[in-house]
């Protein structure tokens, strides 16, 4: 085992590339990075000894399986919907698997044949899912083990701008799939409290948010994610009475994001036929329908919004530009797609901006009849607009997962998410040595 | 030709299924209707001369082939997904083929080989749509003719139950498939009003509804369908300042069910775990998530709806049950399926029951200088809840339709649906001979 496969070299997959670069010269290793964008994966990989870029075409049959028949280890950074072809060519091919994505029930349908083989396929091993996985399980299995009972399981995580670099009014930068910002909560958010479920349809969700202290940095917004029943039975919480999953954001954003859910501009589902020939203004002005009105297309807004045109949310709305008379330059797209653009425009990581991510879990038991709650944060910096916090928490517990499968040292067969010990322990200690490590603080309560 | 297949014998089907097999008498034709509930089949067919009932497994590659191939034409009711399969099947056969389903793009794919194997693919034969195709394009065509210059089409069609058998405070009974009527209006509404576009998100869609006089019935409700715009270019409306499509509802449904959609029940986006173990006050309760309160659940939906606990909007829902102590009957479901289900007991159209479906369109147009407004107004009452106006309006136009194919009397290839007058001339006057007629208005505006 020598070959290492990384497909895809954008945005989130710098950290990763350069970290299995040093440990492939270290090892004896060789990587090669795989791009439709041959000219991406070049400069990510630079003149190295140890690696070289080359061109791949992921939805070609033929390429694909040519590339993949020559390594030992594939890490997948496809968008999530490829990912599926490179299982089933590693699967074919006997090739061990790692994404950073969430693991599809049509992983899940090859787990047999997967565990027949002797063979590693692992998801889910970025920043969120990925090292909330990770964290959460290290500390829920050592309250297990000292005879703790877990009484609430809350656990956050946002991507975000750091307050140093911070100069917007929405107080957010996009350090991450900017469609994925966009699309972001739709669906249901589900979990549980007082030992019921919550079920939070999208148009309310953003309304719902909770304030949160993050230890050492003040209030945060919290909104519900999707997902937090998901990982219930995974994470061995099955009758635990509160168990939430959300997302940070800095304070005043949700009720303004809330707004352009209600207006419409979310919406992904239809192409607005010549969006080319609208003004922004004539857009927003569409989503009023037939609401009366005698004003501006700003008065319709905040009245639909039950606000005042004074508000701080409707100022908000008009800095990002959503009445101007700017004509929109994105041909027959969807209102998600254009603001989309907006937001590349409006909430841009400039160049020495540095992003934050902050994850925290708050865990709650019962220990020799008296209560606990453990929080446990971490909070990290980027350095400027490449080398982000984000990339480097998806691309770290990746890069030393792979690390481990190359040295043999994880050698759990099947279809897997990093909720077992094996995996953690060894992702975790080396995050520390590099300086990422959660500050825990436990009280009585 | 002379052999037809009939694909699915459900709810739908009997009005079609009768049609064809008396025509099939008459002109010397044989009928076999499939179902892969045979006794449906058989109860619909009967005893009959001319006609016969077979099981057959539509999902079954070699049993869908092996039926379709003894077939001259083929009508498919089965369900839209399905439809492409029967489809692919038809093309390699060489067999006819007509369904009452929107055309999607996967059938547009076959459009040349359809066209170059002479044969006719035709879509969108039922209500609406299709009826509402061919009795729009029959006077969108003679205004034209005329040398009338169309400035607004506003088309509404509604499956209703008929006022004398309206004994619930929703004043609806499910005439059609209870899915559909749980997920309508999903997605964005979009319409074209004093040349402008309107998007109407679906949180707000069923706020947004307008009053519509409905010729010799009084007002009703309508809101906007998702698919106004998608008949632009087959309608020859390119360039029109209003265009229209909506749905019609008593007066006092549209904002009662906006209730329905704010609280969460239409999501089916999740499936519930273990929902037997819910009664439906704690499913509402859930929804509820974080709001703040005091008092029971029923108040805490007046609470998010922003209404007051006596309004008749609480009363309807009260009505419904979603507060009441009963356990959920439905295992793992999602809330629109629990919505489904209480919808089919509480809203179903009972065995003496007679449904009603309106169809309204409003054609305004300029000619010599002069403005007019042309309304053309069907309303048809059904029989009792087996023999229903929607099954007939559903079924008589592709069963008239199909009498054409077989005759020989309609002959254009490819993929089409009933916007040109080779078709709608002779269905329109077939319905018409039946005592099916839309009674039209010209007004000068």
Same sequence: chains 1, 2.
């Avoid at 607005?272 to 009366?292: C, H, K, M, R, V």
């Avoid at 008009?318 to 969807?334: P, V, Y």
């Avoid at 350095?383 to 990339?391: F, G, K, P």
Wanted: aromatic share 8%.
């Amino acid at each position: 085992m020598n070959k290492i496969l990384i497909i895809g070299a954008g945005r989130s997959a710098t950290a990763l590339i350069h970290y299995m670069l040093d440990e492939a010269c270290k090892n004896g290793w060789y990587v090669t990075v795989a791009d439709s964008d041959l000219d991406a994966a070049k400069e990510k990989v630079g003149p190295h000894p140890c690696g070289r870029a080359i061109w791949m075409n992921a939805t070609d049959d033929e390429n694909r399986k040519e590339i993949i028949a020559k390594a030992d280890l594939v890490i997948s950074l496809l968008p999530p919907f490829l990912h599926i072809l490179v299982a089933k060519d590693c699967l074919r091919l006997s090739k061990h698997l790692l994404t950073a994505s969430y693991v599809s029930q049509g992983f899940y349908s090859m787990e047999e044949e997967v565990r027949e083989k002797a063979l590693i396929f692992m998801g889910e091993l970025g920043l969120d899912p990925g090292l909330d996985h990770m964290s959460a399980m290290a500390r829920l299995n050592e309250i297990r083990e000292e005879g703790g009972q877990l009484t609430a399981f809350r656990s956050y995580t946002g991507g975000l701008v750091s307050p140093e670099s911070d100069d917007n009014p929405w107080h957010y930068k996009i350090s991450w799939n900017p469609r994925n910002v966009v699309l972001a909560g739709q669906g249901t958010a589900q979990y549980i409290k007082d030992d019921h479920y919550k079920f939070i349809p999208y148009h309310r969700l953003f309304s719902q948010f909770e304030l949160v202290d993050i230890q050492g940095m003040g209030q945060y917004e919290v909104y519900a994610n999707r997902d937090s029943l998901l990982y219930r039975n995974s994470y061995g919480l099955d009758d635990i009475p509160e168990l939430i999953r959300g997302t940070i954001r800095h304070r005043g954003f949700c009720e303004a994001w809330d707004a352009l859910i209600k207006i419409g501009y979310t919406n992904a589902d239809f192409p607005i036929l010549n969006s080319e020939n609208l003004t922004y203004n004539q857009l927003t002005e569409a989503f009023l329908g037939n609401t009366p009105r005698d004003g501006s297309v700003k008065e319709g807004i905040a009245k639909i919004l039950n606000i005042s045109t004074d508000s701080e949310i409707i100022s908000k709305l008009e800095w990002l530009g959503i009445f101007s008379r700017k004509k929109i330059s994105l041909k027959d797209a969807t209102p998600a797609k254009i603001l989309e653009e907006i937001l590349l425009e409006k909430w841009p990581l400039k160049e020495q901006d540095k992003d934050m991510v902050i994850m925290q879990h708050e865990f709650e038991y019962k220990k020799n009849n008296k209560n606990y709650r453990l929080t446990s944060t971490l909070v990290m910096n980027g350095e400027n607009s490449t080398d982000t916090a984000m990339a480097k928490l998806v691309g770290l517990p990746l890069g030393i997962t792979a690390k481990m499968v190359m040295a043999g040292k994880l050698t759990t067969p099947g279809i897997n998410i990093p909720v077992f010990k094996e995996v953690y322990e060894l992702v975790l200690a080396e995050l520390e040595e590099m300086g990422i490590a959660f500050k825990d603080s436990l009280e009585e309560i």
